[in-house]
């Protein structure tokens, strides 16, 4: 049990200063995770749908209706609707998104090597292999 508690709080622990690092990266940029999190998930997979992008995301796909206008008036993004199904929409970054969330993905891979310095890479894939476990099998 005490193993369970104790892994607890490092998770919650982790969590909260990690997410604090970001908000903080974020905040010159006047974005949000969440945002950040869309242009992440549009960079690694282009010309995802809406409901691709909160399926990943674990929200509601009205949530990334409410993010886009701020992504688009930043001209981070574009819509493009499907020729055959015009109700379908699709994300994709614009040349400014890409180029922003390149800069961010490097400031943010800078901070975690220096939490990650003396952490070895297989121990760092391991990690991230048990997250992976978590997250497939709570959905």
Known sequence: MKDVYRASLLYMNAYRILRQDFMD???PFDISILEWSVLSIVNAKTGESFSQIAHV???DPSM???LLP????KQYVEI???LQDRRMK???LTQSGDEF???IEKDMTKKLNVYFKSV???????HLRVLEEIVKHAS
């Open 80 to 82: 493009h609707s499907d």
């Open 25 to 27: 990266m974020l905040k």
């Open 90 to 92: 699709f994300l994709f």
């Open 70 to 73: 701020s992504l688009i008036q």
């Open 57 to 59: 995301l674990g929200v």
């Open 64 to 66: 990334i209706t409410q």
């Open 101 to 103: 969330e390149k800069t």
């Open 120 to 126: 070895s890479l297989d121990d760092i894939s391991a």
